[in-house]
Nanobody, 116 residues
Framework: QVQLVESGGGLVQPGGSLRLSCAASGSIGSINAMGWYRQAPEKQREMVALITSSSSPNYGDSVKGRFTISRDNAKNTVYLQMNSLKPEDTAVYYC??????????WGRGTQVSVSS
């Protein structure tokens, strides 16, 4: 069983920064990619950023140039540095792990709120 534990969410003013972390534990096996999705109220879940096992990143259009994803393979941990936050970044942020043979795991989510 795989567990994903997210941390680092909170309330921040527009223009501020937050850093999210997601640590994977359990019977992980080979990880193809880890990343972050978000879901705002009454909106569909969207991809924020993904990073492959070779550390190749992909970003959603709305966060390019503001967010940076990174990973520590030794710790099975992925990070999301979020800068220049906007009110429209407010959402629950979910960690996702993509493994072998179509394996897929989600974290429980962490709330990010951007408001003055």
């Amino acid at each position: 069983q795989v567990q994903l534990v997210e941390s680092g969410g909170g309330l921040v003013q527009p223009g501020g920064s937050l850093r999210l972390s997601c640590a994977a534990s359990g019977s992980i096996g080979s990880i193809n990619a880890m990343g972050w999705y978000r879901q705002a109220p009454e909106k569909q879940r969207e991809m924020v950023a993904l990073i492959t096992s070779s550390s190749s990143p992909n970003y959603g259009d709305s966060v390019k140039g503001r967010f940076t994803i990174s990973r520590d393979n030794a710790k099975n941990t992925v990070y999301l540095q979020m800068n220049s936050l906007k009110p429209e970044d407010t959402a629950v942020y979910y960690c996702r792990l993509l493994g072998q043979y179509g394996f897929n795991a989600w974290g429980r989510g962490t709330q990010v709120s951007v408001s003055s």
